[in-house]
């Protein structure tokens, strides 16, 4: 006997009788943030669903949660270690103890969002340090 599909949705979703073909066709915050991700979905309906409502996207791909898609834009930050700070487009040319006097242009890129060094660290063995504590010369002058 087949199971009977509820008409009840959760919070700021509607029911649908004609939505689109999957769930991977419908919108989310990852499509903003990660435009690759889109799907290529033909224009049909597919099974009636619930769906989110006028002006709501799903959270991720992969979550259920219909969230504003105004919250797309306000991407929670998540905490960075010691001596560092999250940055959106991260950085291809981090400054390194080994780095850090290169006078060649860095070729800025965006790069995925990562934590970074903060202002006047530099990475070393995977740390963030105060330039100046850089081992194997003194850059106190």
Known sequence: MPLAVSEECGPNEQWSKCPETSRDCEPSCDWTRFPETIPNCPRSC???????????VRMTNDEE??????FCDKEAEPSCPT?????KCGTACEPSCAN?????PCPATCEKSACTCADNYVRHEGQCIYWGDCPGKSYNK
Request: proline content about 7%; overall charge negative; hydrophobic content about 30%.
């Open 46 to 56: 597919g099974t009636p669903r619930c769906i989110c409502k006028e002006g709501y």
């Open 65 to 70: 949660v219909c969230v504003p898609f105004e």
């Open 83 to 87: 001596n560092s700070t999250w940055a």
């Open 100 to 104: 850090m006097y290169d006078t060649a």
